[in-house]
């Protein structure tokens, strides 16, 4: 297995590409990418211009049943047709052992290529095994495997997760100037590569950049809003109103949640500093009207073609590194640019 290097795609490439990356859970009910559960999409090729064609297994935590998959599978199914790619996608909706079982599947049916989105990433080491046994190359997209499971794949595509959570931090910092503040941390969900690199890239800027900002606290959201109101409301109940500042958390879905546990406190979210990630449709509002500080833009359209993008590079025999997309910070500034339009 070749060794993975990394690029950083730029913010504008060929075929109207959008701009930049939550790739987390969104919220409840969960139905299958093709509107039934156990259901597979097809996405036949033959727009390649060379007449080949491939097939590949998508093996995905998400789909229709939640906003950044709607999003991200069109874009996906539409850079298949055009490179020869028959595209093969389950949804395990974040059920490990669902997944698994997808694999088995798709490893068995013995395709080109697997694309895989770990629906858990300390629970894919048996499916990249499998496959690595089979011959069958593995790409990942939107949430990295664990570092120790790399040599198993051939490359990432998606968001530089760690890169948002150091954005969202830079973005704190800003607001912070040199004052000494308190915040609350509200995490995604625990054991998720995405979670845990933007834990570590808010966490580490923090501390490189502006050790004035104390994190007082910290939960795990589940990339779910009402559960990030929950946590956020016991922090502040365990650290006292008085003493928090402001609050981070790792995407605007939970962002929301904090917001709610705020105001539920009668502490006003204007007057304290708020960061998250993902310049979503609940997020950016909350941006223009002077809730939430800042974010940083994650474009679902971006994520899906590129998986396919990647993944035809590797079928084609031409030399892989990882698809990055950049860390575009939006605040009061630039929220309303058509460049950041929420996609999700």
């Not at 095994?129 to 990942?140: F, K, L, M």
């Not at 933007?198 to 990339?223: H, K, M, Y």
Request: some cysteine; proline content about 5%; glycine content about 10%.
């Amino acid at each position: 297995m070749q060794m993975r290097r990394s690029r950083l795609v730029g913010l504008f490439a060929a075929g109207a590409m959008v701009l930049v990356a939550c790739g987390g859970a969104a919220d409840d009910g969960a139905v299958d990418s093709a509107d039934a559960e156990g259901d597979t999409t097809d996405a036949d090729g033959g727009g390649a211009t060379d007449g080949e064609e491939f097939d590949v297994f998508a093996l995905l935590p998400q789909g229709n049943d939640q906003p950044y998959g709607t999003t991200y599978l069109p874009p996906m199914e539409a850079k298949a047709a055009e490179l020869g790619i028959n595209l093969t996608i389950t949804n395990s909706q974040y059920d490990a052992d669902t997944q698994a079982s997808d694999c088995e599947v798709a490893v068995a049916s013995r395709p080109d290529l697997i694309i895989l989105w770990p629906a858990v990433g300390d629970t894919i080491r048996p499916c990249l095994s499998a496959a690595d046994a089979a011959g069958i190359p593995v790409t990942i997209t939107n949430s990295d495997v664990n570092p120790e499971d790399k040599d198993l794949t051939e490359a990432f595509s998606g968001p530089d997760t760690y890169g948002q959570g150091a954005a969202s931090a830079e973005i704190m910092c800003d607001l912070a100037g040199g004052d000494e503040i308190g915040i609350i941390m509200v995490n995604g969900l625990t054991g998720n590569s995405t979670a845990i690199n933007r834990e570590s890239g808010f966490e580490e800027t923090i501390e490189a950049e502006c050790p004035n900002v104390t994190i007082l606290a910290r939960q795990p959201g589940d990339w779910n809003k009402d559960d990030s109101q929950i946590a956020a409301s016991e922090m502040i109940t365990a650290v006292g109103a008085e003493n928090i500042d402001g609050a981070y958390a790792a995407d605007d879905t939970m962002v929301a949640g904090v917001i709610d546990a705020f105001i539920a406190r009668d502490m006003d979210p204007a007057d304290l500093y708020i960061t998250s990630i993902g310049n979503t449709f609940l997020g950016n509002p909350l941006v223009s009207d002077g809730s939430l500080d800042g974010t940083v833009f994650q474009s679902s359209s971006w994520d899906g073609e590129n998986a396919v993008v990647l993944a035809h590079e590797v079928l084609t025999g031409q030399a892989v590194e990882d698809l990055f997309m950049p860390s575009v910070k939006v605040t009061a500034d630039n929220a309303d640019d058509p460049d950041v339009a929420p996609e999700w």
